[in-house]
């Protein structure tokens, strides 16, 4: 009922998760027939045309915009056009990144955007969307857009220009942005639901640090993606949404490497020398901003290197895995996204006035859901598996139990306490306690799976011992040398062996022997040894691997029996030594649990 009932959460999570993603789609597929209406309202216009720039150094010029001019730090640039349309509340809308902003209309400044002291520069821009209102009298005079940036990659970078009414450029700006995003908060609420599902795998250390990395990288790529994309749709000052944006951008290749390390492996250790490089590259970025050494923008360059070598990591690896098997599906949401990230340059090239990130998100979603899924997938096999291991390790149990209390062996005890009753009662009183604690000892192997401790399974050592002391009389002995009694075993894993040297090793071909029981503590370990001055046997009847592997059927030998069942519930592992008329030795050793 218990398996059941996780079954039913298990799948109830799955259909959540899809049914969102179908709603996802279907706006998506709305969106992509409908964004390119609102791009191009009537009452917004693209004003590329007409302008002319001057530069600080004295050089100027005719353009189109967008364009990308040659610009010293700090030098300021200054476009100037004329104001030709007559309607009333105009103003004109344009994105900067990292560049100082002022707007003047016939000579008087209307707009200027705000700067921060961020310790390496006293007016450090930030990057968003600037809405300028113009004078109602505007129509006829010079407009003047003056730019200037303390970073050598964002100068002279020259903006498209949208012209409307303010209220039809604000609505077309969030009618633009309106499916980034919803993207990004649904990329932070599937890294939440992966969060969620990482808490449902904690039994699963595999599956929980891929959800749990997975879910991580999630929250900060869409943390990253809507505070980098600055519009009206966000409810913080710039300044902090970019602190919020770098803060995002590092941490992400840093669960984004912990995840592939996790789901794939790594190669080389190179994803752990990155995820401490990308580490050490955060710390010493906001060291140097607190000392006012250089900022963030200024040194994000590095992680940004870094990333792009995480990637190139990544790119390998599932390249790798690829070649040994790895099925399509784990990877082609991978595929999609370097397509779709390919398809976002090419349109970034072609019409980059007009980009908002539309296909490099779709593959970021498809990515992250692509791998969201498989986690799901591999928890569902892992729990089919290990509910398939515990039903074999109740058939070898069940094997192992009837295999000690077989028809011959009952008669046999029983015959020698009916012949004790009448000879030796007292013995006969001892030895049906032995039985009795032997059989309960086998049906309760049934009812428990857990491990129980070495010192309960010497019990039934010894009371199996003592019912084949006592038939075998004078022919046979057994030793015990107990040393440490207090690691955990699983049922039936040392009595089969004794069973299998007084009545196979030791019984065929001599008239006496004897049987040795030892434990001892090792450094990493604890082992037993079950050793007998028996015949012997050739060691390769049993198969060379010290763990078994074989199938269901193969499970008919009380020592594969063992050291399946050993492997299996403890880790441990079985050695086999033994010579034709020497005698035989059994090792088993089983790792000490933190």
């Given amino acids: ?211 749990l990395f997975l879910g991580l990288t999630a929250i900060m790529t869409g943390i990253w993606l809507r505070t980098g994309t600055i519009n009206q749709i966000i409810l913080i000052d710039y300044y902090r949404a970019m602190t919020y944006s770098f803060i995002a951008f590092y941490c992400m290749p840093i669960f984004l490497s912990l995840f592939y390390e996790s789901y794939l492996g790594d190669l080389y250790g190179c994803l752990k020398k990155l995820r401490v490089a990308c580490i050490i ?117 069940m094997h192992l139990m009837l295999s000690q209390i077989q028809p011959h062996f009952i008669f046999n005890t029983l015959g020698a306490i009916r012949i004790m009753i009448k000879t030796n009662p007292d013995m006969a009183y001892s030895m049906i306690y032995d039985f009795s604690k032997c059989l309960r000892a086998n049906l309760n192997s049934l009812e428990h799976e857990e491990a129980i401790l070495f010192a309960e399974e010497i019990k039934h050592v010894k009371a199996y011992t003592n019912i084949q002391k006592i038939r075998f009389a004078d022919t046979l002995e057994v030793a015990f040398d107990i040393q440490v009694d207090g690691f955990l075993v699983p049922p039936l894993s040392i009595q089969p062996l004794v069973g299998n040297a007084i009545t196979h090793w030791l019984r065929k071909g001599k008239d006496a022997g004897c049987v040795t029981i030892r434990s001892r503590e090792l450094e990493r370990e604890f082992m037993v040894e079950i050793e007998d001055n028996g015949v012997g046997f050739e060691t390769k009847l049993l198969g060379e691997d010290e763990i078994y592997q074989g199938d269901e059927e193969d499970l008919t030998s009380g020592i594969n029996q063992v050291r399946y069942r050993i492997y299996k519930s403890v880790q441990g592992r079985m050695e086999i030594k033994s010579a034709l008329g020497k005698g035989t030795c059994v090792t088993l050793f089983f790792p000490k649990m933190r």
């Avoid at 649904?186 to 595999?206: D, M, P, S």
């Fill in 1 to 211: 009922m218990k398996e059941k009932r996780k079954s039913k959460r298990k799948n109830q999570l799955v259909c959540g998760v899809g049914i969102l993603t179908i709603v996802l789609a279907l706006f998506w597929i709305f969106t992509m027939f409908t964004q390119a209406k609102s791009y191009f309202g009537a009452a917004v216009q693209i004003w590329d045309e007409g302008w002319s720039y001057e530069a600080e150094s004295g050089r100027t010029g005719i353009l189109q915009l967008p364009e990308d001019i040659e610009l010293d730090v700090d030098e300021k640039v200054v476009l100037r056009n004329i104001i030709r349309a007559e309607e009333r509340n105009l103003g004109i809308a344009f994105q900067t990144t990292y560049q100082r902003v002022q707007v003047n209309v016939d000579g008087t400044m209307v707009y200027e955007l705000a700067t921060y002291n961020t310790g390496a520069h006293e007016e450090a821009p930030t990057c968003g969307w600037n809405f300028v209102e113009l004078p109602q009298d505007a129509y006829g005079k010079e407009i003047e857009i003056i730019l200037s940036s303390p970073y050598k990659v964002y100068t002279g970078i020259l903006p498209s220009i949208k012209l409307g009414t303010m209220t039809s450029l604000l609505i077309e700006n969030k009618e633009y942005y309106r499916y980034s995003y919803l993207i990004d908060i649904w990329l932070i609420i599937l890294g939440v639901l992966l969060l969620v599902g990482a808490y449902h795998f904690r039994n699963n250390e595999k599956n929980f640090k891929n959800s």
């Fill in 281 to 397: 590259s955060a710390f010493l970025s906001f060291l140097l901003q607190i000392v006012g050494v250089a900022d963030l923008v200024q040194m994000v360059w590095f992680s940004q290197a870094l990333l792009l070598l995480i990637c190139v990591t990544i790119v390998l690896i599932v390249m790798r895995e690829y070649r040994k098997g790895l099925c399509i599906r784990n990877i082609w949401g991978s595929i999609v996204l370097v397509f779709m990230v390919i398809v976002e340059f090419c349109n970034t090239y072609f019409s980059p006035a007009l980009t908002s990130g539309f296909y490099a998100r779709t593959g970021i979603v498809i990515f992250f859901m692509q791998l969201g899924f498989d986690i799901v997938l591999q928890y569902e096999k892992t729990e089919q598996d290990n509910a398939e291991k515990r039903r074999m390790l109740q058939s070898t149990r």
